[in-house]
Nanobody, 127 residues
C-alpha cells in the first residue's frame, strides 16, 4: 500500500484543518487506517484510527471531541477532520495502514502494528 498524506498547513489556534490520506496499490477497504503525529523533539504518538469496515473509531484522549477520523473506501481515502486546534497539536502528521486486525484500542494505537506509512504532512498551529 502506498500512502500519500496531504492537507497540512498553518492555522491559528481555534481553527480547523482536514487532512487526507490517499491509498493505492492494494485493496484499501481491507486495511485499518491510523493517524499518528510527531512534534519536534518528541516521540511519535497515536492520534486516531478507524477499522477497515469504518464502524469503529479510536482516539487519543487529547483528540476526543475535536478530531474526527473517517474513510471513504470508494475513494481509497481516509480523513482527519481537526477542529478547535491548539498550538500543542503542531506536529508532522502521518497516516498508516495495517491489514485488518483485532478491535483492541491498544493495538490500533500501537504504531508497530502498522505495515505501511505515508510521508507525513506538517500542521502548524499558531497562538
Amino acid at each position: 500500500v502506498q500512502l500519500q498524506a496531504s492537507g497540512g498547513g498553518l492555522v491559528q489556534a481555534g481553527g480547523s484543518l482536514r487532512l487526507s490520506c490517499a491509498a493505492s496499490g492494494r485493496t484499501f477497504s481491507s486495511y485499518d487506517m491510523g493517524w499518528f503525529r510527531q512534534a519536534p523533539g518528541k516521540e511519535r504518538e497515536f492520534v486516531a484510527a478507524v477499522n477497515w469496515r469504518g464502524d469503529s473509531r479510536y482516539y487519543v484522549d487529547s483528540a476526543k471531541g475535536r478530531f474526527t477520523i473517517s474513510r471513504d473506501n470508494a475513494k481509497n481515502t481516509v480523513y482527519l477532520q481537526m477542529n478547535s486546534l491548539k498550538p500543542e497539536d503542531t506536529a508532522v502528521y502521518y497516516c498508516a495502514a495495517r491489514y485488518r486486525g483485532s478491535g483492541s484500542y491498544y493495538r490500533f494505537a500501537n504504531g508497530n502494528e502498522y505495515d505501511y506509512w505515508g510521508q507525513g504532512t506538517l500542521v502548524t498551529v499558531s497562538s
